[in-house]
Protein backbone atom coordinates (compact mmCIF):
# COMPACT_ATOMS: atom_id res chain seq x y z
CA UNK A 1 0.00 0.00 0.00
CA UNK A 2 1.34 3.38 -1.34
CA UNK A 3 1.75 6.04 1.41
CA UNK A 4 2.58 9.74 0.91
CA UNK A 5 3.12 11.40 4.52
CA UNK A 6 3.43 15.23 4.82
CA UNK A 7 4.95 16.96 7.65
CA UNK A 8 6.07 20.43 8.36
CA UNK A 9 3.70 22.95 8.34
CA UNK A 10 2.11 25.74 10.36
CA UNK A 11 1.42 28.76 11.23
CA UNK A 12 4.17 31.43 10.36
CA UNK A 13 4.84 35.48 9.67
CA UNK A 14 5.54 37.29 6.39
CA UNK A 15 8.78 36.81 5.61
CA UNK A 16 9.36 33.53 7.67
CA UNK A 17 10.41 29.97 6.72
CA UNK A 18 9.44 26.46 6.82
CA UNK A 19 10.75 22.88 5.49
CA UNK A 20 7.60 20.57 4.70
CA UNK A 21 8.65 16.71 4.35
CA UNK A 22 6.70 14.09 2.96
CA UNK A 23 7.83 10.35 3.48
CA UNK A 24 6.96 7.99 0.76
CA UNK A 25 6.13 4.63 1.67
CA UNK A 26 5.25 1.18 -0.36
CA UNK A 27 6.89 1.50 -3.49
CA UNK A 28 9.47 3.32 -4.71
CA UNK A 29 9.10 6.42 -7.26
CA UNK A 30 12.39 6.23 -8.86
CA UNK A 31 11.77 6.32 -12.37
CA UNK A 32 8.57 8.70 -12.10
CA UNK A 33 7.99 12.43 -10.13
CA UNK A 34 7.62 13.86 -7.04
CA UNK A 35 5.48 17.49 -6.08
CA UNK A 36 3.35 19.96 -4.50
CA UNK A 37 0.26 21.27 -4.78
CA UNK A 38 -1.88 23.36 -2.27
CA UNK A 39 -5.14 24.67 -2.45
CA UNK A 40 -6.08 28.31 -0.71
CA UNK A 41 -9.89 28.13 0.46
CA UNK A 42 -12.24 29.17 -1.85
CA UNK A 43 -9.89 28.51 -4.76
CA UNK A 44 -8.92 25.43 -7.27
CA UNK A 45 -5.87 23.24 -6.26
CA UNK A 46 -2.65 24.91 -7.99
CA UNK A 47 1.00 23.68 -9.24
CA UNK A 48 4.00 24.46 -6.88
CA UNK A 49 7.19 22.65 -7.64
CA UNK A 50 7.75 18.96 -9.23
CA UNK A 51 10.86 17.00 -9.20
CA UNK A 52 11.91 14.03 -11.40
CA UNK A 53 13.29 11.84 -9.00
CA UNK A 54 15.96 10.52 -11.29
CA UNK A 55 17.43 13.25 -12.38
CA UNK A 56 16.53 15.84 -9.86
CA UNK A 57 15.31 18.41 -12.78
CA UNK A 58 12.71 20.39 -11.00
CA UNK A 59 10.10 22.79 -12.20
CA UNK A 60 8.46 25.55 -9.76
CA UNK A 61 5.44 27.88 -10.49
CA UNK A 62 6.46 31.48 -10.94
CA UNK A 63 4.75 32.43 -8.00
CA UNK A 64 6.95 30.50 -5.68
CA UNK A 65 10.55 30.87 -7.94
CA UNK A 66 12.98 31.95 -5.90
CA UNK A 67 11.44 31.63 -2.76
CA UNK A 68 10.84 27.66 -2.58
CA UNK A 69 13.20 24.93 -3.00
CA UNK A 70 12.28 21.06 -3.81
CA UNK A 71 14.59 18.56 -2.84
CA UNK A 72 14.69 14.69 -2.19
CA UNK A 73 16.49 12.25 0.24
CA UNK A 74 16.83 9.40 -1.53
CA UNK A 75 17.86 7.31 1.45
CA UNK A 76 14.81 8.46 3.15
CA UNK A 77 12.34 8.05 -0.08
CA UNK A 78 11.10 11.28 0.97
CA UNK A 79 10.93 14.80 -0.96
CA UNK A 80 11.07 18.21 0.77
CA UNK A 81 9.95 21.35 -0.28
CA UNK A 82 11.78 24.27 1.48
CA UNK A 83 9.71 27.79 1.65
CA UNK A 84 11.34 30.98 2.44
CA UNK A 85 10.13 34.50 1.98
CA UNK A 86 6.85 33.56 3.31
CA UNK A 87 3.90 35.74 1.67
CA UNK A 88 0.25 35.56 3.23
CA UNK A 89 -1.19 34.33 -0.51
CA UNK A 90 1.12 31.34 0.31
CA UNK A 91 -1.67 30.47 3.14
CA UNK A 92 -2.99 27.08 1.76
CA UNK A 93 -3.41 23.23 2.70
CA UNK A 94 -0.30 21.82 0.61
CA UNK A 95 -0.33 18.32 -1.00
CA UNK A 96 2.49 15.84 -1.73
CA UNK A 97 2.19 14.06 -4.76
CA UNK A 98 3.84 10.80 -6.57
CA UNK A 99 3.89 9.02 -9.26
CA UNK A 100 3.88 10.97 -12.67
CA UNK A 101 5.89 10.67 -15.40
CA UNK A 102 8.03 13.60 -16.12
CA UNK A 103 7.87 16.99 -14.58
CA UNK A 104 4.66 18.00 -15.10
CA UNK A 105 2.56 20.45 -14.07
CA UNK A 106 -0.53 18.62 -14.43
CA UNK A 107 -1.79 17.21 -11.16
CA UNK A 108 -4.77 14.53 -12.84
CA UNK A 109 -1.23 13.06 -13.95
CA UNK A 110 -0.04 11.58 -10.65
CA UNK A 111 -1.37 8.40 -9.13
CA UNK A 112 -0.38 9.06 -5.45
CA UNK A 113 -1.44 11.98 -2.95
CA UNK A 114 -0.70 12.84 0.78
CA UNK A 115 -3.25 14.35 3.09
CA UNK A 116 -2.22 17.27 3.39
CA UNK A 117 -0.78 19.87 5.85
CA UNK A 118 -1.60 23.46 6.39
CA UNK A 119 0.22 26.45 6.31
CA UNK A 120 -0.62 29.50 7.69
CA UNK A 121 1.30 32.81 6.81
CA UNK A 122 0.13 36.05 8.73
CA UNK A 123 0.29 39.41 7.87
Known amino acids: QVQLVESGGGLVQAGGSLRLSCAAS????????MGWFRQAPGKEREFVAV????????KYADSVKGRFTISRDNAKNTVYLQMNSLKPEDTAVYYC????????????????WGQGTQVTVSS
Open 97 to 112: AAGARGTTLMDDQYEY
Open 26 to 33: GRSFRYSS
Open 51 to 58: MAWVNGNS
